[in-house]
Every structure is written in structure tokens, then in C-alpha cells.
């Protein structure tokens, strides 16, 4: 059980350069997100998605864009590089239930801006 | 805007030792949960709390939930190095597909 897959692990990209970091889950979960960690700020909410074909916005959207044609990928698209997007990026997929539905978080990718 | 403060944001102790985490929040939430993050590593979920005066145990750690106080705690009993890690709390946001609201962090040293 794979669970949620996040890749690359590691990318550094140059300042204007765009990239997708992928995310793919296998739980059949309805909800995904997408968040960025940064040293002592906790993890902030880039977007959300409650099922194929339905995005929206979180705390930090700017500069970035989701899509979510299926129910198991949600890609996440930095267009135009930027130092300030360099960060840890972590998916998370949940199925909400009445019990117990914590999110599930993939590996990350470390992503650096130059 | 649902904010999430834990204290402390550093924690040095020596093995053997108890201590306690708090997280606050600002707005009503029908859960709480806490998570446990190894340096350069994934989120683990520790325990997810669904009502007042909920309370979970595994091995050392136990959680509690206040929801009148928007308070719940993370105590750490007879500490041991295995257990250093950064520990984070998170409530539902509403209105987010029940996205989670994180605190900062609380990192924890065990020392010898």
C-alpha cells in the first residue's frame, strides 16, 4: 500500500523556470492538499481539493496552480519560479469521516529557488 | 481567522523527565489532532481528538482535549531519546475541505 506518492524528492530550479510537482494517492481518498513547510512557520495550506474536478484556494495560493482531473493525482504547477517558493512542499490526501480521519502526507519534495 | 499557538516552540529535557506541550486555538473545532515529524522526514499522525475531554495514551506520549478551553496538551512521561522530534497540533478549518490549521511546532530535545 503505496499510500500517497510525492514526486521529485528534490529539485532546484532557477528563477522564472516552472515546474509540476506531482502527487498521487491509491486510498481512493476524496480530499487532497497541497502545503508548504518553511523552517519555524509550521505548514501552511497552498490548495484544496474536495474532489475530481473541484480546486480552491488555501492560506497561500500565489504563484502556484492545482488541477485535479482524477481522484488519485493532484498535481501542484509553480509558474515563474520565485526565491521566496523555495521550500518543503508536502501532499496530504484524507477521507472525512465521523471517527477518524487524520490527513495523510507523502514524503515532500525540496524545492530550491536560485 | 483560526489561529493555532503551542508552547513551547523549543523543548530541551533530560531523559526520565515529564513535561508538557499546549496548544491553544481560536475557534470552535470538532477535532484535534497531533502529529510527529522526524528532521527531514514526513507527518505521522499521533493521535486525532474528537471531543471534550477526550483522551488518548500511546507508550509515553498522552493527549488530552478541552474544547471549552480550546486547550489540548501532549504530556511526555519518563522522556527517552527516541522521542526527539518536532510535534505539531492541527484543527479543522472550516470552509478548507476540512484542510488542518497547523501550529509552529514544538521541538523536542532529549538529552542524556
Known amino acids: 500500500n503505496a499510500g500517497v506518492t510525492q514526486t521529485p524528492k528534490f529539485r532546484i530550479l532557477k528563477i522564472g523556470q516552472s515546474m509540476t510537482l506531482q502527487c498521487t494517492q491509491d486510498m481512493n481518498h476524496n480530499y487532497m492538499y497541497w502545503y508548504r513547510q518553511d523552517p519555524g512557520m509550521g505548514l501552511k495550506l497552498i490548495y484544496y481539493s474536495v474532489g475530481a474536478g473541484i480546486t480552491d484556494k488555501g492560506e497561500v495560493p500565489n504563484g502556484y496552480n492545482v488541477s485535479r482531473s482524477t481522484t488519485e493525482d493532484f498535481p501542484l504547477r509553480l509558474e515563474l519560479a520565485a526565491p521566496s517558493q523555495t521550500s518543503v512542499y508536502f501532499c496530504a490526501s484524507s477521507q472525512y469521516t465521523s471517527n477518524n480521519s487524520p490527513l495523510h502526507f507523502g514524503n515532500g519534495t525540496r524545492l530550491t529557488v536560485t | 481567522e483560526l489561529k493555532v499557538e503551542q508552547n513551547p516552540l523549543f523543548l530541551s529535557m533530560q531523559e526520565g523527565k515529564n513535561y508538557t506541550i499546549y496548544c491553544n486555538y481560536s475557534?470552535?473545532?470538532?477535532?484535534l489532532y497531533w502529529y510527529r515529524q522526524d528532521p527531514g522526514k514526513s507527518l505521522e499522525s499521533l493521535f486525532v481528538l474528537l471531543s471534550n475531554g477526550a483522551v488518548k495514551q500511546e507508550g509515553r506520549l498522552m493527549a488530552s482535549l478541552d474544547t471549552k478551553a480550546r486547550l489540548s496538551t501532549l504530556h511526555i512521561t519518563a522522556a527517552v531519546h527516541d522521542l526527539s522530534a518536532t510535534y505539531f497540533c492541527?484543527?479543522?478549518?472550516?470552509?478548507?475541505?476540512?484542510?488542518?490549521?497547523f501550529g509552529k511546532g514544538t521541538s523536542l530535545l532529549v538529552t542524556p
Open positions: 475557534t470552535t473545532s470538532d477535532r
Open positions: 492541527a484543527v479543522n478549518a472550516k470552509g478548507s475541505g476540512y484542510a488542518l490549521n
